[in-house]
């Protein structure tokens, strides 16, 4: 598995050179890619395997599990959702009850707005507050 995530990390790195990123291991000695915030990305993203699962990190909230990434379908979904974020294709819209996080929509464009990708669901909130949104959508990063 490890091979697979490296692998396309590496795509990644290949397609975006002249963005930093940090190829690292996380505490699981997992791969794991780290791409700060820097000119034309808003917000960090982070990339790790976890067993058999990539997952795709943007900002504070967001987290996608995209898995198995032995199979090469999945992992061209993955690929092609990190590569959406970096350039702007592609949003991440959170929402917020209170002071308390909900949940985290992965967007991408529709003939009519938005329509959802992916979801990432926190905590429960109470349904008295007002819910706010913040919108994260990086402007096109050069490659």
């Known amino acids: 598995m490890k091979e697979i995530a490296l692998g396309s990390f590496g795509r990644i790195r290949d397609a975006f050179p ?8 996380t505490d699981e000695d997992e791969p794991q890619l780290v791409i700060p915030r820097q000119s034309g990305l808003l917000f960090e993203v982070t990339l790790y395997l976890s067993d058999d699962v990539l997952s795709l990190c943007a900002g504070e909230y967001f987290r996608g599990d995209w898995f198995p990434c032995d199979d090469s379908g999945v992992v061209s979904r993955f690929e092609d959702a990190v590569s959406g974020v970096l350039l702007g294709e592609l949003r991440v819209v959170e929402h917020h009850r209170g002071s308390r996080f909900r949940k ?12 959802p990708l992916y979801r990432h669901y926190g905590g429960l909130t109470l349904p008295w507050q007002a819910d706010r949104t913040h919108v994260l959508q990086n402007s096109r990063p050069p490659r």
């Open 18 to 25: 002249t963005l930093e990123m940090h190829a690292g291991e």
């Open 104 to 115: 985290a929509i992965l967007e991408r464009p529709a003939a009519d707005g938005w329509e």
